[in-house]
């Protein structure tokens, strides 16, 4: 690490059957455990302000997810979609003793959403409740339509390791660390994972580039493997590595709406994000439509995946279940509401947290304008 840990923070090595993995923690040893999932080329260390801000009795708990931070790296299965990460997780949580009396909370960001929802769908009875900030779709990233993710294509086309941009692709593996192009990591960061003209403070940003270009690199991790199709735009998802593991046909978390039991979810997300959006700066459908990618079939073939909405298809199909979730949206905020707008992200999951489903149901909104509730 090029920076020092923030000051309350634990760093450890956690050995288990399935592999070596890198947790940050804070609070309370023994306190309510809260486990935090980070999303693609991100890691742990995006949440040190987020452990150290958690109430007084809860413990925070953040592991490097395979491949990214400090943690091994092992090849992705794609095949499997987000399960291999869901796995490790098991095998972490099992390792620390987080089951029975001491079922954790999840919080899952971007794809550690998927990487949560798919934990919840094999383990239901181990979760306490679920928090979703900014997830990817449940039908993954890219190649899908409308609100019950049927293919584009029926190999999964416009989805999958091909379609990352390969110039930023090899900026990471070359440690570039400069602002000067727009596929550079840090530029990246500025104008994706954040609504500009947001950025953070100069120390934070160093550590965000740092545990960005960390992640390894190649076919059995970001971006993963790269196979071709005769259909628009010519690569469809591969068997190998993290953006295949969440393509078409690969990702598919819609069994999370049938599980029993049923934890209550927290859905909360930035009103202006541009990764998971129904209309997403990075998914093909929208650069197709723009002009961007050449050859464009049209809206009726390859239209933008409505994430959002299939996020929604599917928690109100689980609330037609029997469970309960409450939708979130933070307003002037982009892909990372728990780094942008600490102070209401933190006043809605801390009060999720501590209160349970039945107070979250009477009491939503304390500061008129910061977020708009919807209930499922």
Request: hydrophobic content about 40%.
């Amino acid at each position: 690490m090029s920076a020092p840990l923030m000051p309350g923070i634990r760093s450890q090595m956690i050995e288990t059957p399935r592999l070596r993995t890198h947790v940050l923690a804070a609070g309370p040893e023994g306190g309510t455990p809260v486990v935090l999932i980070h999303g693609n080329v991100s890691s742990a260390r995006f949440f040190e302000e987020t452990l150290l801000a958690l109430p007084a009795g809860f413990q925070g708990i953040a592991p490097d997810l395979r491949g990214f931070g400090a943690s091994e790296t092992k090849p992705v299965d794609a095949r499997r979609g987000l399960r291999d990460f869901a796995d490790d997780l098991h095998a972490l949580l099992t390792a620390l003793g987080l089951s029975g009396d001491r079922k954790p909370h999840l919080l899952g960001w971007s794809m550690g959403g998927g990487v949560v929802m798919q934990y919840v769908i094999d383990h239901p009875e181990n979760v306490a409740s679920l928090t979703l900030s900014d997830p990817v779709s449940p039908f993954g990233f890219g190649g899908t339509k409308d609100a019950a993710g049927t293919l584009c294509w029926p190999d999964g086309a416009g989805s999958g390791g091909g379609t990352a941009n390969p110039d930023y692709v090899k900026r990471l593996a070359a440690g570039d660390r400069s602002d000067e192009s727009p596929t550079s990591p840090r530029t990246v960061l500025n104008s994706f994972y954040f609504k500009p003209p947001f950025r953070a403070a100069p120390e934070r940003e160093e550590v965000y580039v740092d545990e960005i270009l960390r992640m390894v690199v190649g076919d059995g991790n970001y971006p993963g493997e790269t196979a071709t199709s005769p259909n628009w735009p010519g690569v469809r998802p591969g068997s190998t590595g993290i953006n295949n593991a969440m393509a078409a046909g690969n990702c598919n978390l819609s069994a999370f709406a049938t599980i029993a039991p049923r934890p209550d979810v927290l859905w909360i997300r930035g009103a202006d994000d541009q990764i998971v959006s129904d209309t997403s700066a990075l998914d093909f459908g929208t650069l197709g439509q723009l002009g961007f990618v050449p050859g464009w079939p049209g809206a009726e073939v390859f239209p933008s995946q409505p994430m959002v909405t299939q996020m929604r298809h599917v928690l109100d199909q689980y609330a037609g279940a029997g469970g309960r979730y409450d939708e979130v949206v933070i307003a002037d905020c982009g892909h990372s509401p728990h780094i942008e707008k600490p102070a209401v992200f933190r006043a809605r999951v801390f009060a999720f947290l501590a209160q349970g489903a039945a107070a979250q149901q009477g009491a939503h909104v304390t500061a008129p304008g910061d977020w708009e509730v919807r209930h499922g």
